[in-house]
Structures are given as C-alpha cells and as structure tokens.
C-alpha cells in the first residue's frame, strides 16, 4: 500500500431536500456531512454505523448513482464526482458497486451469460469471443459451473444469485469495489462462505474494498481499517485492532460495548448509552453525539469537534481525546 | 399445577404446509419444554421453523398450514383442544402475548399510539374478565394508568405526549419499546418474542434486551425467544433450543451450548460466527427444500459425522447431561475448543 | 406448471385463443369458406331481404347479397384495422411512455399531459371527428383510431417504467454505465412486455368496436365494403322484420370482441405468474 491512495474522499457532503405537503423545500436532511477518507491498494476499508449515518450514501455517491452535494471523490488520480453519466462512466471503469443482494441486480429476463457480458459489452470493445473468455474465467472465479450462462436467475438459487452477481461486478477487473451489507440477513452459515470468496478474490487480484456494515464483528475480521460513522460524519478512522482495542471517540466505545460476547459477560449487564440518535433534519448545534455522550460539556455543545490526527495515526473528531 | 411443571410443554409437535406445488413438512416432532419464569432461545437459522413453531404456540398459524401431530401444553391445559374463540378470548393477547420482529408493521397506521392502548386494555386489561362485557369508567381510569405507567417503565420519555402520536411518528426502538408495553400490559405467563431485536440497532438492540430482561423478571414471565443471532441469544436467555430445517437439535442451558455444544449442527454454527484469529468456517451445503427434505435426520447431508442410521432414522432424544439433551445418533461429548479472543 | 397446462386449465383463456383463431381462420380461408364469394361486391336485386334458409346460410340484406359470405370477407376488414390500428398506437404511446417514466422530469410531464388531453376526450367522439375531416376511407378510420388509443399505451407503459425504474437490477444497469437507451430498450422495456401484450389484446377488441361504431355512423368504408358495423347501420331501415339482417353482424362483433377480452385476460393470468402467490411457498 504505497504511493498514492487509490480513491480519496475530501469533505465529501450529501443533502436531501425535506419537503413538505406541498412540496416546498422545508429544509435539508444531511445524509453525509463532510466525510473525508482514503482507501490505498488491495487495502480494505471498513464502514460501520447504526442507521442514519449515511455509510449507505457514501457508498452510492462513490459510485456514481448519487450526485454529491459538495466535496470531491478522487479515484485512480482523477477526480469523479459531479461528473456527466457518461464521462464519469467511464473513469470508473474499475470501481465497482456491489448491491447488498447481487442477485437482484441482475435483469430477470436476461439470461446469466448475457447478464456477465454486458459491462464488457458498454464499456470495452472486447471481440465475442474474448468476451465469452472473460466471462468464463469470472464464472470460474466464484465457483459456478459454465451450465449456468444458458439461465435465467429464477433458475438457481439465492445464494447462486448473489455469486453471478459478484461475477459480474468483476467483469472490468476493477481495482476497488464498494461492498454494501454484503452479509445483511444472511444466515451465520451462508456468511463465513460469502466472507471467504471475497477474501479470496481480494488477495488473487489485488482487489481493494469498501466494506460497509453493520455487523462489526465481521467487519472487525475483515478489515485492515475501520471508518466508524454517526450522524453523516466520521467519528473515528484508524487501524482495525488499534481502534477494537482501544477505542477513543465516546461513540465508538459505546458501539462496541454493545455487541454481545458469547462466552464472555453479558454487555446488557452494563450497558450505558441512553437514549437515541437525534432526527437527522434537525441536528443539534455543536458535536452531534453531544445529547447522548456521557463527556460532553459546554464546548461540546456550541463547536462542532473536526477530526485530529492522533499520534497513532488515527483520526478522531471529539474535542476530548 | 405442582410447582415444577413446565408452563408451556410441546410434544413431539408436527406442522404442515400444503401449497400448489405440494406438502412441505415444516416442523418434524419438536418438542420443547419451558418453566415458569424461564427464558428459553429458540434459535435457528433461515427456514428451521422457529417462526412456525412460536406461530402454533400463540395459534395463528396460516390457513394452509396443517397440525398433523403432537401437542402443545399450556398451564395444564392444551392448547390444540380448544376451540377457536375460547383460545382467542382467554389465551391469545392474555395469558400468552407476543412481539413481533417488525413493530411497525404490527401498528394499524391510522391509529395513535393512545387509541391502540387503550383498545388493548379494553378487552386484555389484567381486570377484565373473558366475556365481560362493558367497559366502567373507573375501571377505565385504571387502565389508563396501567399503560402510562408501563410506557414509563420501558423507559419511553414523556408518556402522556407520546401516547397522542401516531406509529409512524416514533422511531424503530421506540415503537418496539411500546409493543413490549403491550406485550406485557395483560399480565401474561407467557411471552413470545419474534426475533425481536433483529431490525434493530446493535446500540438500540443493548439498551432493548437490558430493559427487557429487567421487566421479564419483575413481571415473573417465561419469554419464548426467537432469534438467529446468537449473540442475542446469550444475551438475554436462560436456555436455548436449537432447530434445524423443521428439527429440534438440541435443547441446553445456554453456558452449557456455548461451551459444550453435542449437536454437530450446534458446533459448526458456533465455529461459523466470525472471532478474531480464526479463519471463518461455513456449513457446506445448503438448507434442505421443506418440500423434499431428507430422511431420518435433516442435518445428515452436511454433517462431518453422518452414517447409515442418520439417513434412516431421525434421533431421538438423548440427555448428555442433566438439562442438556440433543437428537442425534452421534453427538460431540467433549468441550468446544475455544477461539482465541 | 408449464404454459400450456396452464393455458389448457384456463377456460376463459381458452375460449378467447378459440375465437380469435377461429377469427383468423375465416378471414384467410374466406374465399373457399363462403358460398357466395362474388357478392362482396354483386347483388342480385331479385333476392333482396330473404331470411335464412338453405341457399342463403344467414339470409340476404337490402342488395341480396348474401350475409354470411360478406360476413366472413368483413373478417378481412376486422382484423386489418384492428391490428394496424392498434399496432400504430403502440408504436406511438410505448415509446412516449418509456420516455416520460424514466426521465421522470418535465419533459415527461409534459408529454403525460399531453396523453392526459387525448384521454379527456371521449374517444368515439374523437374519432368521428377525424373521421369525419378526412372522408369516409378505411385508412382514415385507421388514422382516427391510432390517433385516439395511443395515449392508453402511454400511459400504461409510463406507470410501469417509473415502478420498474427504482428496481435494482435498473439502479445496477445505470451504474455500471450503460446508457439511458439501453436500460429503456433492454431492460426495462422487455421486463414490461407481459403488461403491453395484455393491453394491447384487449385493445384490439376496443378498437374493433370503435371501427363497427365509426361504420355505423358511416364514417368508415364507402359501400359495397363488407364492413360489419356498416351492415348493422344498414339493417336499421329494415328492422324488425329482416332480423336476422343485424343479428348476424352484431353477434359476430360481439364473439370477437368477447375473445380479445378473454385472451388478454388469460394472458395476463398466465404471462404474471405472480410468484409470490403465498399457497405455494412454505415459509
């Protein structure tokens, strides 16, 4: 992981407009409020927090299906938010999105073959038979047999769905690919083989993710750093293990005391945070964690903390760290 | 009822599914006891008939499902031999209540908060008696009380504003906090809760299983707990059942299935859960088609230690130990070896 | 269950296919079918009006013409407007319809509102006018029908590209590039067919009965034309005594139009299976 980063996101923003009745701008739901991060090669990148933290729409602005509303995306060296559909296209070639079930993103009345073909088809100018190649050794890759092309999705199933899926986001050898809650309502079972085919894929192509969950025993196996989000900001970035062992921002540490340990003791015996995430159209001034954080004092609630670099080299937005 | 009977016994319980394209044997001889005052996990993954199993309980099965056997005891009394009104007037809603997974779902949305309460307590008011009929204006006042009072004991801020607020004007946490509410408003001896926590959080989910937990022992009720997450499942329950593609697996308190897991099924679901400095196991294979499931034990097609009499004969129950008991021709005896935490 | 099972244990479905085969079978064999092929245009004075008997299958009408002859060469006519009628319409209003429901912006609200003014009129009413402008013709009563059925295409097709334009599988065609013509012609449009197929059987029933009205009114082709409604028009003179003059026609238009319905109906039943049909999953 040298050089520069693969993909860099500067105070990147989002904000849906809240409209009323009748229709009239009423005010703006930030989804994401100025989030800056970077992913280098082959690295993995974990996104975790609750709902209404926007790691959703981080995911969806990188790939081009929402327009920012501020901020810049920079991926291979080149800048790609706020681009026209068919520029930015085609700088994105190798950055790829993987819906949370990659089975439905698959058309149902296109046949799988086809399905696989057709990023080749839109983006390079591959002869058929190269195609019919390419498609083969992605089939290959995850696991499925070449009976597969002739069928349709309905005809396999769910968990056969989301492989041809992945098989089709690798199609254009992509460098970095956004996996959004890709173990979301999977079976524990079904998780770890899911798991195990990225990681795989990962290392034999040198493949970076954005991993976003919210599962964050997964993501604390998976992951080489770990964003935690709250609010459509970034509470704490840094390294996996630095940041499970030791977490700073008051957030993290209340997020983590709360996933259950088997065999351990029961984290509901002493389990302190109160309350719950404020509406996000209507913020409180100041740190956003302020009405719920059991450190917040009287500069907690008029400045909004920006993030620090630590000596770590973690980074941390909380004026108390 | 001698102090140490089970409150709820189901014997041997089979349930089934017939659709278009034929019979799917959705429950095969569960069998499942559960004390007074206990919470017992049912715990499972996708299609092992836990909704199912706590459907038949409450008695709201769907129309094409089928009981073709066994029993479900309740308080002495069994529950498949009553007749339809009687099980709704006096049991359902009453001495058996029920959280569902999805709280908004279960809103009606035209409704408030206030008004569902209250028909709630209409006819399911600890005070009521089935088939009373009229509704006294002090008994009223009492039960507008009880539900304020209950409201602030899920901890829900501001009771009395809350209550004029429609279901879609609260939050995930807060409209499952007030079906808690009414789950436990009747007084019931039996609590079901649907994977109640699922949709939830990981900090809301906290805050829900300590304040559930808490009210579960000052009300004295025995809770059903259905879940796939098993870190929900240590969390808040005393024992557990774990079921498998319409199977009971294997019933133990729950430090005992941590450590001590017989059923290969158990084993490899625990090896599965992602822990630090262990490669991540899956189960090969996948869960079997309710409508041609496999013979004798479900669990023989993926299991390590399958052999003859697995195919041909489904287990039965053996107790490795006192309280702990697995159907299975061959299970684990020894601890579970620890991942490195 | 496999299509045709399904298409065999669906009577309505049945009878409609039945029909409009039987439909098209006369209109192509109607030459050695019928026993007069010469009176399409001939008549023959001296057997005006005779009710039906051995010679004259279902009587003669007011020239001696036999009926059941220019019954089954009006066939021809039938399903000539009805398809190109209808097949203009399509081409008009799915295109319209794709358009607006994907860009969802004012463009397409535009051209909905512009449906929306061909729908506010009444569409016999419409179509009398056109009619009426451009001359009695067959063409022009093809025109007038196009003219007035398209925006039921357009709307049709409009609903149902804005629904599937929030599925994934369009959200992940968008995002892997491709362009906004191919997510319409490729994906979504093949996705929507089932429901275009539907309507458009059961337009055709629409449309033939709207062509019988423009006949009848004498908006449509000049006589000797074989043209159903006009033979209806014709018979009003004649009423109630040659009764067999209008019933003929009028039972015809009443079986083709009732086959189109039926057919589409089946159609829909068979072409959605609605997978989600909670008998059939065990959950």
């Known amino acids: ?77 080149n800048e790609i938010a706020d681009l026209p559909p068919r520029a930015g296209a085609a700088l994105r070639s190798r950055l790829q999105y993987c819906y949370q079930d990659p089975g439905a993103s698959l058309d149902p009345r296109w046949k799988i073959g086809r399905a696989l073909e057709e990023p080749l088809v839109v983006h390079t100018k591959l002869s058929r038979a190269e195609r019919r190649r390419r498609v083969d050794a992605a089939l290959e890759a995850v696991g499925l047999p070449q009976a597969h092309l002739d069928l349709y999705p309905h005809e396999i199933s769910g968990g056969q769905q989301r492989r041809v899926g992945l098989a089709r986001v690798l199609m254009l050898r992509p460098s970095l690919i956004i996996l959004d809650e890709p173990t979301s309502g999977l079976d524990v079972s079904v998780q770890a083989t899911v798991l195990n085919l990225f990681a795989t894929l990962s290392k034999a192509h040198t493949l970076a993710y954005m991993f976003i969950s919210h599962d ?106 | 009822m001698p102090p140490d009977a089970p409150l709820l016994d189901v014997a041997a319980l089979s349930v089934s599914f017939h659709a278009e394209s034929g019979v799917a044997r959705v429950l095969d001889e569960v069998s499942l006891s559960l004390r007074p005052g206990e919470i017992m996990g049912l715990v499972g993954e996708s299609g092992c008939g836990k909704t199912t199993l706590a459907r038949a309980v409450l008695g709201v099965l769907p129309p094409n499902a ?67 009929g009229g509704y006294s204006r002090a008994r009223r006042q009492r039960d507008r009380e009880r539900a304020v009072a209950m409201l602030r004991a899920v901890q829900l801020p501001d009771p009395e504003r809350l209550i004029a607020k429609y279901p879609h004007e609260l939050s995930g946490g807060q409209r499952q906090r007030v079906m ?44 059903l707990f259905t879940t796939h997450d098993l870190g929900a499942a240590w969390e808040i329950c005393d024992r557990v059942t774990v079921m498998y593609a319409g199977q009971e697996a294997e019933t133990a308190a729950v430090a005992t299935f941590f450590t001590r897991p017989a059923h290969p099924y158990g084993r490899m679901l625990l090896d599965s859960l992602p822990t630090q400095g262990s490669a991540l196991r899956g189960i090969p294979g996948e ?55 | 269950m496999s299509m045709w099972r399904r298409l065999l ?31 399409v245009t001939a008549f023959d004075p001296a057997q005006r009006l005779k009710p039906p008997g051995a010679i004259f299958w279902l009587g003669t009408d007011r020239m001696g013409a036999d009926i059941y002859s220019r019954l089954l060469f009006g066939a021809r006519l039938t399903i000539l407007i009805a398809v190109v009628a209808t097949t203009v319409a399509v081409l008009i209003g799915v295109p319209i319809g794709l358009v607006a429901g994907y860009y969802r912006n004012w463009f397409g609200e535009m051209l909905m509102r512009v449906s929306d003014v061909f729908l506010a009129v009444p569409q016999i009413v419409l179509a009398i006018a056109i009619a009426q402008t451009l001359g009695p013709a067959i063409h022009n009563v093809i025109l007038a029908l196009s003219a007035t059925y398209w925006p039921f295409w357009a709307r049709l097709v409009y609903a149902e590209t804005r629904s599937q334009r929030n599925e994934i599988y369009v959200e992940a ?48 082709a000049p006589p000797p034309t074989p043209e159903w409604g006009r033979m209806i028009a014709e018979s009003r003179e004649f009423l109630p005594q040659a009764w067999w003059y209008a019933t003929a026609p009028g039972i015809a238009i009443l079986l083709v139009v009732m086959g189109f319905n039926l057919l589409g109906d089946g159609l829909r039943d068979v072409l959605d299976p609605r997978i989600r049909r909670s008998a059939n999953r065990a959950p």
């Open chain 2, 66 to 132: 089928a009981i073709d056997r066994g029993r479900i005891v309740f308080a002495g009394e069994d529950l498949l031999a009553l007749s339809p009104s009687e099980a709704a007037s006096r049991i359902r809603g009453r001495a058996i209540t029920f959280i569902p997974q999805d709280p908004y779902g279960s809103f009606s949305p035209l409704f408030t908060v206030g008004d569902q309460l209250a028909e709630l307590m209409r006819w399911k008011s600890p005070e009521r008696q089935p088939g009373e």
């Open chain 1, 216 to 321: 964050l025993s997964v993501v604390r196996l998976f992951s080489h750093r770990i964003a935690v989000m709250y609010l459509g900001r970034v509470a704490e970035i840094g390294d996996t293990t630095q940041i499970f062992a030791d977490p700073k921002h008051p957030y993290t540490q209340s997020l983590l005391a709360a996933v259950p340990q088997i065999g351990g003791p029961r984290v509901t015996d002493h389990f302190k945070l109160e309350g719950e995430p404020p509406h996000p159209d209507a913020l409180p001034p100041g740190c956003r964690f302020a009405p719920r954080c059991p450190r917040a004092d009287a500069r907690c609630r008029s400045e909004d903390p920006q993030g620090r670099t630590l000596a770590d080299g973690r980074e941390v937005a909380c004026h108390h760290v």
């Open chain 2, 180 to 223: 808690i509410a009414m789950a436990l408003l009747p007084e019931p001896k039996l609590v079901i809760a649907d994977e109640p926590t699922t949709a939830l959080d990981v900090t809301i989910q906290a805050q829900i299983l300590k304040l559930l937990r808490g009210l579960i022992a000052a009300h004295g009720a025995s809770v």
């Open chain 2, 287 to 341: 869960v079997p088609n309710p409508f041609a499931p496999p013979s004798g034990c479900r669990f023989h097609p993926r299991c390590p230690r399958a052999a003859a009499d697995c195919v041909a004969i489904h287990p039965a129950a053996r107790a490795p130990a006192i309280g702990h008991s697995v159907r299975c021709h061959h299970p684990y005896l020894d601890a579970r070896a620890e991942p490195a935490r």
């Open chain 1, 1 to 77: 992981m040298s050089g520069a980063p693969l993909l860099e996101l500067i105070g990147l923003a989002h904000a849906f407009p809240i409209r009323n009745a009748f229709g009239v701008r009423t005010g703006w739901h930030k989804a994401l409020d100025g989030v800056s991060l970077h992913v280098g090669e082959g690295e993995i990148l974990g996104v975790v927090g609750e709902s209404g933290c926007g790691k959703s729409t981080l995911g969806k602005i990188i790939a081009g299906i929402l327009p920012p509303s501020a901020g810049s995306v920079r991926f291979e060296g």
């Open chain 3, 173 to 220: 065609a968008i995002a892997m590039g491709a362009s906004p013509l191919r997510v319409m012609v490729l994906h979504i449009l093949p996705n929507i067919m089932s429901s275009i197929i539907v309507r458009t059987t059961i337009g055709m029933g629409g449309t033939i009965l709207v062509a019988a009205s423009l006949g009848f009114l004498g908006l449509g």
């Open chain 3, 9 to 39: 244990r669906d009577r309505a479905l049945l009878v409609g296919t039945v029909i409009i085969a039987l439909l098209v079978l006369v209109a192509v064999f109607a030459t050695p079918l019928s026993t007069f092929p010469e009176h």
